[in-house]
């Protein structure tokens, strides 16, 4: 069975540092697909970024990198120069696997604070 | 357009009432979720339609009724709800290929739902 751990539960830091989000997964799937999503107050799940189990580079996307160690089964979300609006609940997900992979499993979710 | 809309946004119910909740998608994506959020908890999947077929039915209680009626919409039907059900309902929708990772879900804003 497919497991996200996010074991940390609340994140600060200062405004325009960076910050990294920790995400362990478990999988006996050779196949996966790794997700971060963002998740205001307001509600909506926020996708940011994405990394594939067979993709040999880090994924980045604007201010979001992802640093992705295969054999450690571990996808941390590096966020840079952080902003006010980055203040939210961060989510790693992992799609599941070759027989479940309409499956989208979601680790338990770390609160950022963006301080000014 | 990249958007689910969830209609209506907040519901407060009564134990022995009957409602549904809609959402709808114009990415011709074909694989449809609905996921259940309590406050401060990771979203948990409820139920996933693929290529309009109930796919996923994650041991859901058979008050939560779900029906998608074409590839463009799902709708969860309500009926003798518990206060323990209130939470923040989330629609989602993917491209399915068919064990490709590489898709992420786009998630509604939701509905927060309070039985009383």
């Known amino acids: 069975a497919q497991k996200i751990t996010q074991t940390q539960p609340g994140m600060f830091v200062q405004e325009k540092e960076a910050v990294t989000l920790d995400c362990t997964y478990d999988?006996?799937?050779?196949?996966?697909?790794l997700f971060w999503y963002k998740q205001p107050s307001s509600g909506e799940m926020i996708f940011l970024i994405y990394q594939g189990s067979y993709d040999q580079q880090n994924a980045t996307e604007g201010r979001y990198s992802l640093n992705f160690q295969k054999a450690r089964k571990s996808a941390n979300l590096v966020i840079s120069a952080s902003q006010l609006g980055d203040s939210a609940m961060y989510f790693c997900?992992?799609?599941?696997?070759?027989?479940?992979?309409?499956?989208?499993?979601f680790g338990s979710g770390t609160k950022l604070n963006v301080k000014p | 357009d990249t958007e689910v809309t969830q209609t209506p946004k907040h519901l407060v119910m009564g134990m022995t009432n009957k409602k549904s909740l809609k959402c709808e998608q114009h990415?011709?994506?074909?694989?449809m979720y609905w996921y259940k959020q309590k406050a401060k908890k990771p979203p948990e999947l409820m139920f996933v339609?693929?290529?309009?077929?109930?796919?996923i039915n994650e041991s859901v209680p058979s008050r939560f009724s779900p029906e998608c009626p074409n590839s463009s919409l799902l709708n969860l039907h309500l009926h003798a709800l518990q206060p323990e059900d209130s939470a923040l309902y989330l629609c989602a929708s993917s491209q399915d290929y068919g064990g490709l990772m590489n898709t992420e879900a786009f998630f509604g804003q939701g509905t927060r739902l309070t039985v009383v």
């Open positions: 990415m011709g994506h074909r694989a």
């Open positions: 997900a992992m799609r599941g696997g070759l027989y479940n992979f309409n499956k989208f499993y």
């Open positions: 999988t006996s799937d050779p196949s996966y697909g």
């Open positions: 339609y693929s290529y309009e077929k109930l796919s």
